[in-house]
């Protein structure tokens, strides 16, 4: 994973998603990484209080982004997909 581009996968907006598809990824042997990222839409509170919801931004590497859009779908997880 050193060497290849990593491209971002999905998005995961709470943590019951991000464990499915960490649940995911890792039964199928895909090395990945995450990073906190800000979400589009605003919570009530955020507007009120001028903070932004965060999730977890999922990255593979490029030559297996194909597969584990396939793998995540499978799952039922297309909703989180980054196209």
């Known amino acids: 994973m050193e060497n290849e581009k990593l491209v971002p996968l999905c998005v995961a907006a709470s943590m019951r998603d991000s464990r499915r598809i960490e649940s995911v990824l890792d039964g199928a042997g895909i090395d ?3 990073e906190i ?3 589009a839409g605003k919570s009530i509170l955020g507007i009120i209080f001028g903070t932004m919801k965060k999730g977890i931004m999922f990255l593979v590497p490029e030559g297996i982004y194909e597969k584990c859009l396939t ?3 499978d799952a039922g997880l297309s909703g989180l997909v980054i196209r």
Do not use: A, Q, R, V
Request: net charge negative; proline share 11%.
């Open 37 to 39: 990222t800000p979400l």
């Open 32 to 34: 990945y990484t995450f």
């Open 71 to 73: 793998l995540l779908e």
